[in-house]
T-cell receptor, first 114, second 110 residues
Framework: EAGVTQFPSHSVIEKGQTVTLRCDPI?????LYWYRRVMGKEIKFLLH????????ESGMPNNRFLAERTGGTYSTLKVQPAELEDSGVYFC????????????FGSGTQLSVL | DAKTTQPNSMESNEEEPVHLPCNHS???????IHWYRQLPSQGPEYVIH???SNVNNRMASLAIAEDRKSSTLILHRATLRDAAVYYC???????????FGTGTSLTVIP
């Protein structure tokens, strides 16, 4: 069974450009999460989807970030325009049951904004 | 600020037990305690979780203090493959948000 896959694994862009990160959760997992770790900080929650609906987006830093989950399958996270402080590692995770049980994480996307 | 605090790093000899501590003094009565670990170039991987009672699985044991303000992850026999960053996480009852600590980098000495 395939795990959570994220694409790209690395992205280097200039300030002001747009970047879209993609996450394919484990098949059948209704819950999908985005987390990120920026330089020197702990990993922090961004948002949570249940199927195609945003359950909680309280962790989204500002309106330059837009997350979507088409048809309740894969998800994208767009940053537009990117700023220097957006650099970090963006993780996607999915779970079938409520995540107090277990969360499956992808390997992350390393985003560098120059 | 992180809701959990952990030592930055620890060392253990191979095949010896390892006790990784975590403080979560602001935990509420319904928050779960989770432990995940992260190997280089990978995402966090589930280790164990619990609420009040001590928990055991094939990977590790979780000892939770009676007041729930601290917990200890126990690896019974450390192997070289256990070298990783171990995160202690406070999870909300609804389960939708994990609050990660800064992690403990475990080095296993052959």
């Amino acid at each position: 069974e395939a795990g959570v896959t994220q694409f790209p694994s690395h992205s280097v862009i200039e300030k002001g450009q747009t970047v879209t990160l993609r996450c394919d959760p484990i098949s059948g997992h209704d819950n999908l999460y985005w987390y990120r770790r920026v330089m020197g900080k702990e990993i922090k929650f961004l948002l949570h989807f249940v199927k195609e609906s945003k359950q909680d987006e309280s962790g989204m830093p500002n309106n330059r970030f837009l997350a979507e989950r088409t048809g309740g399958t894969y998800s994208t996270l767009k940053v537009q325009p990117a700023e220097l402080e957006d650099s970090g590692v963006y993780f996607c995770a999915s779970s079938h049951l409520p995540p107090r049980e277990k969360l499956f994480f992808g390997s992350g996307t390393q985003l560098s904004v120059l | 600020d992180a809701k959990t605090t952990q030592p930055n790093s620890m060392e253990s000899n191979e095949e010896e037990p390892v006790h990784l501590p975590c403080n979560h003094s602001t935990i509420s009565g319904t928050d779960y305690i989770h432990w995940y670990r992260q190997l280089p170039s990978q995402g966090p991987e589930y280790v164990i979780h619990g609420l009040t009672s001590n928990v055991n699985n094939r990977m590790a044991s979780l000892a939770i203090a009676e007041d729930r303000k601290s917990s200890t992850l126990i690896l019974h026999r450390a192997t070289l493959r256990d070298a990783a960053v171990y995160y202690c996480i406070q999870g909300t009852d609804t389960g939708n948000q994990f609050y990660f600590g800064t992690g403990t980098s475990l080095t296993v000495i052959p």
